[in-house]
């Protein structure tokens, strides 16, 4: 519930519906409470619309922004990382891993079984063509990467 200071308000300054406004309306008429809150609202109502807003004069708003201007810009916050951290969190999971690799390999049994493997004859594929289209190929490599690396230190 709305108090009476409110509800005056609200109607001086025109914020209620047509029938708020009406039983606000009636309330004054036939109430005193209402009717003296209403006066006395209503004088400071006129008293406010006769104060003039004083404004800044353009040279003090000018000082003022560069006075902002010359404030240092806050640096954005960056979280550093703890690289001893991160190096213990490392080394705990390589400690992990090399432990499951030793007990894994320590509980094996060794057979050795009795195939044998496939031989494979690549001696036909190696040709003095082969092998000088294979040099061409990591010269052309080596080019390339001495060229990025000339590159990079020329930008």
Request: hydrophobic share 50%; charged share 20%; aromatic share 10%.
């Amino acid at each position: 519930m709305m108090s009476i200071e409110e509800q005056i308000w609200d109607y001086i300054d025109g914020n209620l519906d047509s029938g708020q406004k009406a039983a606000i309306g009636h309330k004054i008429a036939t109430d005193a409470t209402y009717q003296s809150v209403y006066q006395e609202l209503f004088a400071v109502h006129q008293q406010m619309e006769t104060i003039e807003l004083e404004e800044p004069s353009m040279s003090f708003t000018r000082n003022v922004m560069e006075q902002v201007k010359l404030e240092i810009q806050p640096v954005s916050l960056k979280t550093k990382i703890d690289h001893k951290i991160i190096l213990g969190i490392a080394s705990f999971f390589i400690l992990a891993l090399v432990s499951v690799l030793v007990y894994a390999v320590s509980n094996v049994q060794f057979t050795v079984a009795k195939w044998t493997l496939p031989t494979l004859n690549i001696e036909p594929f190696i040709t003095p063509f082969s092998i000088r289209i294979f040099l061409f190929i990591d010269l052309l490599i080596g080019l390339i990467c001495i060229d990025s690396i000339f590159r990079k230190k020329r930008a």
